[in-house]
């Protein structure tokens, strides 16, 4: 069995994924392809390794740190966008819990739906079971008087016979 050749990957996607790190200046991030500032980690631009490097021999008071790393707030973050930003991550938690609450409610409304089909099928099941127990109970009290009579019937010509044979014989 031979290897798989992995697939190739771009030098973009490398890139990508090698953009690690943050840059922060008087205690704020740098903004993707530094451009501004933000208080936010999830605002802030990702460099590469050597990006960093560069920046921070280059420029004065420019520190990098790996993303992985650094706090959600800079230092140097504003209160009022710590609390917009907290604010938003509670309407989106909110926003999922309302979406999760209508996926669970019509997912008890199909197993009502399911549970009422299967209670009304069982009483349907012992509807039939029953008829069939007494259909049952019919056919074996014919059977048994249909055997009654034929052993009856038997039993008369089997006794005609045999005075038939004494008459005879």
């Avoid at 890139?15 to 790190?21: C, S």
């Avoid at 959600?72 to 509670?90: M, P, Y």
């Avoid at 909110?94 to 299967?118: C, M, N, P, V």
Wanted: overall charge negative; aromatic content about 8%; hydrophobic content about 35%.
């Amino acid at each position: 069995m031979t290897t798989p050749t992995p697939p190739a990957v771009s030098e973009a996607m490398r890139e990508a994924v090698a953009r690690d790190y943050v840059l922060v200046k008087r205690g704020l991030y740098y903004r993707p392809n530094s451009m501004g500032y933000t208080g936010v980690l999830d605002e802030a631009g990702r460099y590469t390794e050597a990006e960093a490097k560069a920046q921070t021999e280059h420029c004065d008071g420019i520190t990098a740190r790996l993303a992985s790393e650094a706090p959600r707030f800079s230092d140097a973050c504003w209160t009022e966008t710590r609390v917009k930003t907290v604010q938003g991550d509670l309407a989106r938690a909110e926003a999922e819990i309302a979406r999760l609450t209508g996926e669970r409610d019509a997912w008890k409304e199909q197993a009502s739906e399911e549970a009422w089909a299967l209670a009304a099928a069982e009483a349907e099941t012992a509807r039939l079971r029953a008829a069939c127990a007494h259909y049952e109970k019919a056919f074996n009290e014919l059977w048994d008087g249909y055997s009654a009579t034929a052993k009856d019937e038997y039993d008369r010509a089997r006794a005609a016979l045999t005075s038939q044979e004494k008459t005879n014989g």
